[in-house]
């Protein structure tokens, strides 16, 4: 009987264990199952799961051909965000290079093509944090800045952009990014109000008042840049809208 007890608790401890290991932040939806790419699609000859984090992956041989995403679904369509906050955990692999980024209020194209709003992902010194739009304005705000972007009726498809203030020094939040190992990474998007934090840092605040620009909705999803042969793994990906 004693035998019987302690195994029922053994297999009790093991589900309790199991389920805490799933758990997120009160508010918070997971969108990765740590297994597979259920919730997600992509091009399945640069995306998988490998030690539990989703991980795309380049080489000579299976070259990116273009910049490409993995998009998460809600069912058989397109997730799309608004106002919220994501928090998730990324790290490039042992490349020399890397480039990736995360985006958010995007607009999904054919082939897993995405354009819009990206916190920015690289191996290199400069970029990681900063706001980046792919496809359209490009670099939007530089890693460690407060900005306001505006209409440009000189420029209108680039915007006016007007530094209000700073998050801190780039160079100083570099040094807490860890080169090949794990780095935490939160967005924040409410309203025209973007940020972005790297490992508790703030490294981005921007203000986007270019309406004719400004998205306030759109997909999620995750980067492989087209170059040198890389890889990038993303793990914990959780979600809370903001109302």
Partial sequence: MKHKLGRAAFVLGLVLCTVRAQEVEPGFTSLFNGKDLIGWAGRTNHWSVQDGAITGSTTKENPAQGNNFLIARDGDKDLVVGDFELRLSFRFGTNAWGNSGIQYRSTAFENFVVRGYQADLETGPTHTGG?????????????????????????????AVEVVGSCGDSKAIQATIKASDWNDIAIIAKGNHLQHFINGKQTVDVVDEQASKAAKSGVLALQIHAGQPMQIQFKNVRIKPLN
Wanted: aromatic share 4%.
């Fill in 131 to 159: 706001l980046y739009e792919e496809g359209g304005r490009g670099i939007l705000c530089k890693r460690g800045d407060k900005i306001i972007v505006r209409e440009n009726s000189a420029k209108p498809k680039k915007g």
